[in-house]
């Protein structure tokens, strides 16, 4: 035990990391997707998240560890403004829509402006979001391919990086969400320390790449927290 806290201690010292946010109203399974991603388990009792829960986790990508935070916010309409505060220094955004709610689709706007009003990417353009319509288990596959070509229109008229169809009771295309938007993130951040002659670790909004962390190290940074008003 006494090593494997020294070995965390060593790929803990110093770093920062990749800041994922995952933003959409109340119900559209926020949760549920990043208990998943971080720890692959779906529960289904549905329980509103109050302010704002933070899971880590270590991601590989070519061979190179990340340590990625994923904060899953509050999805009351009265939190769009006040979740401010807790994307501040992100690098990425996934929102989610509850496919069987339109509601919850429309106020897919009103997430993104906020995020895009108080929050850029390190290289001042606007940060990368994927647009996420979870639950798709609950809707006919015909009519998912119907509306494919709207909702891609949808995505470019409106800015999003791109779009996902998730099912998290199905554990459908979760990895493959997030592997997407970690993969844009880390090549371009990768770009813009390159292009401006600065090392991966030496800005605070940049992961120090970590070299085969052991998989108790991995194990023991793989955790939640959370915070309340």
Request: aromatic fraction near 10%; charged fraction near 30%.
């Amino acid at each position: 035990m006494e090593n494997e806290k020294k070995d965390q201690s060593r790929f803990l010292k110093g770093r920062t990391d990749i800041k994922i946010v995952v933003l959409g109203n109340s119900g559209t399974g926020k949760t549920s997707f990043c208990n998943l991603w971080v720890n692959n388990v779906f529960n289904e009792e549905y329980k509103p998240t109050i302010m704002s829960e933070f899971s880590f986790k270590m991601y590989n990508y070519k061979g190179n560890y990340y340590k990625v935070q994923i904060w899953d916010l509050a999805g009351q309409d009265k939190n769009i403004y006040t979740s401010k505060v807790f994307t501040k220094g992100a690098h990425g955004c996934l929102i989610l829509y509850d496919a069987e709610n339109q509601d919850s689709f429309e106020s897919t706007i009103k997430w993104k402006k906020s995020i895009d009003e108080n929050t850029t990417f390190i290289d001042e353009t606007p940060l990368p979001i994927t647009l996420v319509q979870n639950k798709i288990d609950l809707v006919d596959p015909e009519n998912l391919e119907k509306d494919e070509e709207e909702l891609k229109k949808f995505v470019e008229d409106n800015g999003f990086l791109t779009f996902s169809r998730t099912s998290c009771k199905n554990r459908q295309n979760i990895n493959e969400t997030m592997d997407h938007l970690l993969s844009n993130i880390i090549d371009r951040l990768e770009e813009y320390h390159k292009k401006n002659n600065l090392p991966m670790d030496d800005n605070k909004r940049t992961s120090i790449v970590v070299q085969n962390p052991s998989t108790s190290t991995e194990s023991l940074l793989n955790s939640k927290k959370s915070f309340c008003c």
